[in-house]
């Protein structure tokens, strides 16, 4: 464990190097922004808006607690001020029908909920992004004393022409937080069976409860100081462009000391691969000791880790990540390189030892593994096209050829991220990531952002690889 200990120290004191911090945030960029509708009143003429705001970033209104056995069915009729940049600038609800004693509540509530929302700018008839306002009206169904809190919304018409078209999913159901609580409460009874009771050790800290039976006594305090550390990345570099979801409980972490007790409780809880660990949602994470060396481990570690935050921070409940972009974005953290404690994001790690996700043997790197695989794909015509790996269903990519998916959903992730130094500086991928988030497809989400289709960029996707 002398190595993971070092490592612990490492990342922990290049989090708290705030400069650095910095340097971080603006490499990844992963920022997002999208469009808009009328003008707002200014000082001055505003440029007239020739392309509306579409909401690209959500969050369900809920009702006060309070209203709940009222049978108060309340309309409120909302405008919404956008900047330039897609940010929300200003709410004002115009009216509340029927009116009520719970009025202060309800025009809270929606203030806040709206305030959080993200917009693509509003574009002018130069192409140019410009603020805007919307307004709408949203309906609150009654519902019983104790039930769970719905709001039915008309939000903007063109989403759900789209829905009704089939361009975009019709939203699925999520879990409620009582259901997502005793999923992960099965799934924590469920490791607690494959735990060794005698060196069993416990430690919470602000975002985890951490469990190991671990002979080290120390590796406890190592696994909780490399978690949060690996979080503190993940909000320093996203914090800034993708506003987080509220934590809603802490996420459970198991390092079992035998790699056999970690495939007991994949079999149990239905998780599949054969790595050195696995991510469960709604939040329980697993992994064993039992590796070549602790870089394997780390990059588990990261890999599973960005699942996790992306399950809990970044995707709204009920939607995901398309598998090209979430496992795209898993190894993109896994395989960046760590300098002096500091993640660099994009930077190929030289690591000797690669986790494949299905197996385990001994590897070579990560990076000259899919590299050169990837090079001898396209010389033989085997390699799968971007529009394939953004169409590709969960069986296909997790089929017989997914270490050509992982590979190649890797390289596309990181080619999106720095192919172009114009695509860097303008921050495009993080745009591309908003619309992925609200459920456009891959195709759209890209045409959206970069203003090309996969077959454009399918020749610039093959000369990047082959000379990165």
Avoid: C
Avoid at 20 to 36: C, K, P, Q
């Amino acid at each position: 464990m002398a190595g993971l200990r070092g490592l612990s120290r490492k990342l922990s004191s290049g989090v708290r190097d705030q400069g650095r911090v910095h340097l971080l945030v603006a490499a990844i960029g992963l920022l997002g922004l999208i469009t808009t509708k009328a003008p707002l009143p200014a000082q001055e003429a505003a440029p007239a808006v020739v392309a509306g705001p579409v909401a690209i970033r959500n969050y369900e209104p809920v009702a006060p607690s309070a209203m709940a056995g009222t049978d108060i069915d309340p309309e409120v009729e909302v405008r919404v001020a956008i900047d330039a940049a897609g940010v929300v600038t200003d709410v004002e609800v115009l009216a509340i029908e029927p009116s009520s004693e719970f009025d202060a509540l309800l025009r809270v509530q929606v203030e806040h909920t709206l305030s959080q929302w993200r917009y693509a700018p509003a574009r002018d008839a130069e192409d140019n992004p410009t603020s805007s306002s919307l307004s709408w009206r949203l309906k609150f169904k009654s519902r019983a004393a104790g039930e769970q809190d719905i709001v039915s919304q008309d939000l903007d018409p063109r989403l759900e022409v789209l829905v009704e078209a089939g361009g975009l999913e019709a939203p699925t159901e999520p879990l409620t937080p009582n259901q997502r609580a005793r999923s992960l409460s099965h799934a924590v009874e469920a490791a607690e069976k494959y735990i060794g009771r005698e060196h069993r050790r416990r430690r919470e800290t602000q975002r985890f409860i951490l469990i190991t039976d671990a002979e080290d006594e120390s590796t406890i305090d190592v696994l909780a100081g490399n978690m949060e550390s690996i979080y503190e990345i993940f909000h320093a570099l996203f914090d800034s462009h993708i506003q987080p979801l509220p934590e809603s409980f802490r996420t459970v972490v198991y390092l079992f000391r035998r790699q056999a007790s970690l495939v007991a409780l994949q079999r149990e809880v239905g998780s599949t691969g054969f790595g050195a660990g696995f991510y469960r949602s709604p939040g329980l994470m697993a992994f064993h000791q039992q590796v070549q060396t602790s870089e394997q481990l780390l990059h588990s570690m990261f890999h599973e880790a960005f699942h996790a935050f992306s399950d809990s921070h970044l995707t709204p409940p009920g939607k995901q990540l398309p598998q090209w972009v979430e496992e795209g974005l898993a190894e993109y953290f896994a395989n960046s390189k760590i300098e002096r404690g500091h993640l660099i994001p994009g930077k190929i790690s030289g690591s000797k030892y690669v986790l494949f996700h299905r197996r385990s043997r001994q590897f070579r790197g990560t990076a000259s593994w899919s590299l050169k695989e990837a090079r001898t794909a396209l010389r033989n015509g085997e390699a799968p096209t971007v529009a394939e790996l953004l169409e590709a269903s969960r069986d296909t990519f997790y089929g017989l050829r997914y270490q050509s998916y992982y590979g190649f959903s890797w390289l596309l992730t990181h080619f999106l991220r720095h192919g172009r130094e114009d695509w860097e500086a303008e921050e495009l991928f993080g745009t591309m990531l908003l619309y992925l988030v609200q459920g456009y497809s891959g195709r759209d989400a890209i045409e959206a952002a970069f203003g090309m289709t996969p077959e454009d960029l399918q020749p610039e996707f093959e000369r990047y690889i082959r000379r990165i």
